[in-house]
Each structure stands twice: as C-alpha cells, then as structure tokens.
C-alpha cells in the first residue's frame, strides 16, 4: 500500500473545553470493523456546525493522549491535498490505528494499533476539512461555501472556539475580594439598591452580566483576599506583584483541567470545598443558557 503524500499543518492550541466537547454532536467509539476487541485508545467522532446558521458540518475524529490527556497538549490535524479526509492522518500517518499490510482477499481490512502513534504523547483533534471533504457536509446549496484558503481557516477558527471564552477576573485593590466583580461590577447577580431596614439585602440577577457571553472565574487573589489563605505561616507567603502573577499563572494550568465542574477541588478537599492549594475561586459560573434564568449552584440568601 503506497503512502500518502499529503501537507499536513498542526496547530497546538489550549485544551480543558475539549476534553468534554459537550455542545457537539458526538459519539464514542468502543469497536471498529476489522479491529480485534475494543479499541485501547478513546475515540469520539462527531460534528461541529460552524457559519452564521451553523450551515457547514465539520466532522471530526477526537482521540484522547494515552498518557495524560489532562496536562498534555492537543493538537489540530488538517490532511493537506487539500480534499483529503482527515482519516488519512488517522490511520495512515500519525494516528493511533493503522491498516494491516497484506494482499487483498476480499474480505474486510484488518485494523491493528499503531504503538508509534502521536497520540502517545498528545491528544488530537482530526477535522475532515475544507467543508466537502470526508464527511464534512454543508446543509444548503449556497454557491457562496467555496472551498477555499480564506474560508477554511475561517471554519477552523469558529471550530476551535465553539465554546465560549472562560475569563479569569481578579479583582483590584489589592485586598479586595472577587465577590466585587461577582455582585458589584460584571457577575450575573447584585444587590437591589434600597434603603437599609436591617434586613438581609436583596439580591437580584443582572441581566446585563458578562456570564451572558463568557464563563467567567472569580478569584480570591492574592492570598489573604477573602476566603484565600496560606496552609503555613511562612513569610515567604508575602502578597507582590510577582508572586500574584505566578500563583494565578499556577491556577491556570490546575484549573483546566477542572473546567466542566462549578467548584474546583483537590485530592484532599472537603466535598463542598472550593479551593485549590492557597487559591480560592471564590465563584466559577458558566456562561449562561440564553433561553433560561441562571441556575446558581446552591442557594444563595438574599437571592430567591
């Protein structure tokens, strides 16, 4: 069987949303025809719908890194040609199963695992594009849907950013806890302005929240801000620029892996803990349902 000559572009790219791809059409794969047994890799395949009406569907295979898809990169396959699926990257070139070589005999080629496959190392992402290719299909027959350079990275950006943007907010001061950006400045609730009765204020939902267009992390940063501590006494532990950046840098990487649940937790946490090392993220909302109220993850007093 010859090999392919194909020009095949990467793109490493961030990867906690994808892990889950959980606003795509998607399926696992356990069994493939002429595989022996359940695959020993993950497999989803599926469909991303991309344009103004999401009128192009781009097909793709998604396979997990068999070492630690959790803090390995992702990276994005686009078989050159171009009009050549993405399935030649999947079992010819780089991919996790490969075609056993033998002559034909008329019945159904053997799949075996492919030991050197890159997958090894990272997860990937194999798209059947431009828009006609594999299996990759649009639903109108708009002459405007031309194959072409322009158009393809235009689908392959909006493929990647399906998801909308997770923002991490730490608010200024320094000192001042994330509940000032949750309730006073762009979260998705605040307090009803009225005259104090020495009652419990009021708290209303915003619907001019950013949580409209974003999932959005409130942080408690740096330690010693609202419910954030320290576990030591150490002096080192001392509130800088620097050591402000390189502990929100630090709850970055721990947090994507983390993306799909409402509390981040450790190991060693309590069940309804909501801290990471020294962090407290004091809220992770995600962004909002247009056709529905927000769903607060427990019941908040003041908020009915």
């Not at 109108?140 to 997770?166: C, K």
């Not at 762009?186 to 302005?193: E, T």
């Not at 983390?258 to 962004?287: P, Q, W």
Request: glycine content about 8%.
């Amino acid at each position: 069987m010859k090999k392919l000559n194909s020009l095949c572009h990467l793109l490493v790219i961030l990867h906690p949303f994808w892990l889950s791809l959980a606003a795509a059409a998607e399926s696992t794969i356990n069994y493939l025809p002429g595989f022996d047994g359940p695959l020993p890799f993950d497999l989803e395949t599926g469909y991303i719908g991309v344009g103004e009406a999401e009128e192009v569907q781009l097909f793709y295979y998604f396979v997990k890194s068999e070492r630690n898809p959790e803090e390995d990169p992702l990276l994005l396959w686009l078989t050159g040609g171009p009009g050549c699926s993405s399935f030649s990257g999947l079992a010819y070139e780089v991919g996790p199963f490969r075609f056993q070589q033998a002559e034909y005999n008329g019945t159904l080629p053997t799949l075996v695992y492919n030991p050197n496959s890159w997958t090894k190392v990272a997860s990937m992402i194999f798209i059947d594009s431009p828009v006609g290719t594999g299996f990759s299909y649009v639903t109108t027959n708009s002459s405007a849907i031309r194959p072409g350079d322009i158009v393809q990275v235009s689908h392959a950006q909006e493929f990647l950013r399906r998801e909308e943007p997770l923002l991490l907010w730490l608010t200024g001061g320094p000192g001042c806890s994330a509940v000032s950006g949750l309730a006073f400045e762009i979260g998705p609730l605040r307090f009803q302005v009225a005259e104090y009765n020495e009652s419990l204020p009021t708290l209303v939902y915003n619907p001019d929240s950013w949580t409209k267009v974003a999932s959005i992390i409130f942080v408690d940063s740096p330690v010693g801000t609202g419910f954030s501590y320290a576990t030591t006494n150490s002096t080192a532990i001392r509130p800088s620029d620097l050591v402000q950046v390189s502990h929100a840098e630090e709850f970055v990487r721990k947090v994507g892996i983390f993306s799909s649940f409402m509390y981040l937790k450790t190991e060693n946490s309590d069940k309804n803990a909501d801290y990471v090392g020294i962090f407290s993220s004091f809220m992770y909302l995600k962004r909002e349902n247009r056709s529905h109220q927000l769903e607060m993850p427990q019941q908040l007093k003041g908020f009915s």
